[in-house]
């Protein structure tokens, strides 16, 4: 627009923050939350947890909002032998809160955001959050979360392994994602 950089800024958005105790106590499932379709990029997460012997034994991926499954979903999922594994949750925002302080990590596989409130929700609810590598999320998730090639099944499939298995991202970590997550409040966005 022709506008000098010095005269803007950025606004981020702010959110209810979720808890001040964090739960150590986690269950075995990927969570997955919002619309799968398009640049939402969902494909990449199953096929990465497909290529997974692990992953596909002892775990699930529930996905929260987006709608139920589509039949070319379930034929998906039938092709990839992964719908014992896939789970479809029409959660209320409580129901939303306990799933992310449950599972092991959050995964977003977008290809463009406008923001990324999930991710933050998932941080201030003591979840590992696994971001594919774009701008925004650089931008918004700084160094708090594990990214990954969101066009590339086996980068994230070894993420996804290095987070759950060899557990390569400590409480110290999931402690400073909390405290910086808890940043993004109503009150700042409406101050700047």
């Not at 070319?72 to 029409?90: A, G, H, P, R």
């Not at 400073?176 to 997550?181: E, G, P, V």
Request: charged letters at 25%.
């Amino acid at each position: 627009y022709d506008i000098n950089p010095d005269k803007t800024s950025a606004i981020h958005l702010g959110f209810n923050n979720f808890k001040k105790e964090l739960n150590n106590k986690k269950s075995n499932f990927i969570l997955y939350v919002g619309a799968r379709r398009r640049y939402k990029n969902f494909e990449v997460l199953l096929n990465a947890f497909s290529l997974s012997k692990e992953l596909v034994k002892e775990y699930k991926i529930i996905c929260v909002g987006g709608g139920n499954f589509i039949k070319t979903e379930i034929e998906k999922f039938k092709k990839l032998n992964l719908i014992d594994q896939m789970v479809y949750y029409n959660a209320t925002d409580s129901e939303l809160r306990e799933l992310y302080e449950k599972a092991s990590v959050y995964v977003t596989t977008s290809l463009s955001e406008g923001f990324g409130l999930p991710a933050l929700e998932a941080m201030n609810s003591g979840c590992i959050v696994l971001a594919s590598n774009i701008k925004v999320y650089q931008e918004i998730l700084k160094d708090y979360a594990v990214f990954f090639n969101p066009n590339e099944p086996e980068d994230l499939k070894n993420k996804l392994e290095n987070i759950i298995f060899k557990k390569n991202f400590t409480q110290e970590n999931i402690e400073k994602a909390f405290n910086y997550s808890s940043t993004f409040t109503w009150k700042k966005c409406a101050i700047e």
